[in-house]
């Protein structure tokens, strides 16, 4: 068990700040994400100290009444809008740098990421079967998440997708191409079963 655990009563989700110990958690959380240069946070935030919060060569900005939870991993490019929330154990990896965002991750208003979440804006190259995969580089590209959208457990979204404002995606689905505004989509890989409204 952590400090952290101790403190922050053993939750899950950084639930509002009503007592000395929540605020303190969360205080931590901030000043261990912004301890970085490239890294924007604002007060209004509940991010806990166990989040893994790094830009690498990127930048990493939250809006108002953000939420990450213990055990999610942000780091590289990553933009979020204002009242989005990432649960635990979510990886969201983003490319390249402010002023060349080729594989940025950008999240919009209202975004609800459930846990084990992977948004990864980047692909190995493989084109060679003479040369370690290792060594072939990597293509970029970016992954867009409009506003008002609800991405389920274990749902994988790769690079150069864009889910649609108003969107739903079920649990544990691989979503490799983009989603129409207002869709539900399920599936490895996803696929649109319906329009919401």
């Known amino acids: 068990m952590s400090l952290w ?9 950084p639930s509002p700040a009503n007592n000395w110990r929540l605020r303190f958690v969360y205080w931590c959380g901030r000043r261990l994400a912004s301890r970085h240069k490239n890294v ?4 209004s935030c509940r991010i806990h100290p166990g989040a893994r ?3 690498r060569n990127g930048a990493i900005r939250f809006g108002e009444n953000c939420i990450v939870a ?4 942000i780091q590289g ?8 929330s990432v649960q635990p154990y979510s990886i ?3 490319y390249g740098t402010p002023e060349e965002p080729s594989g940025k991750i950008t999240i919009g208003n209202h975004v609800r990421i459930a846990s084990h979440g992977m948004f990864i804006a980047t692909n190995h190259n493989f084109d060679d079967p003479g040369k370690p995969i290792c060594k072939q580089g990597l293509s970029s590209a970016p992954i867009t998440i409009e506003d008002d959208v609800w991405i389920a457990g274990r749902v994988n ?10 969107s739903v995606i079920g649990g544990g689905s691989v979503v490799t191409k983009t989603i129409p ?8 890989p996803a696929r649109v079963i319906r329009t919401r409204g």
């Open 5 to 13: 655990s101790l403190l922050d009563g053993g939750i899950s989700h």
């Open 181 to 188: 505004p207002m869709s539900v989509a399920v599936g490895a």
């Open 92 to 94: 969201l990896t983003g």
């Open 157 to 166: 979204i790769t690079a150069g997708v864009t889910i649609g404002q108003g």
């Open 77 to 84: 490019l990553v933009e979020f809008g204002e009242n989005c």
């Open 40 to 43: 924007t946070v604002p007060k």
């Open 70 to 73: 213990d055990g999610a991993i």
């Open 53 to 55: 919060i790094n830009p």
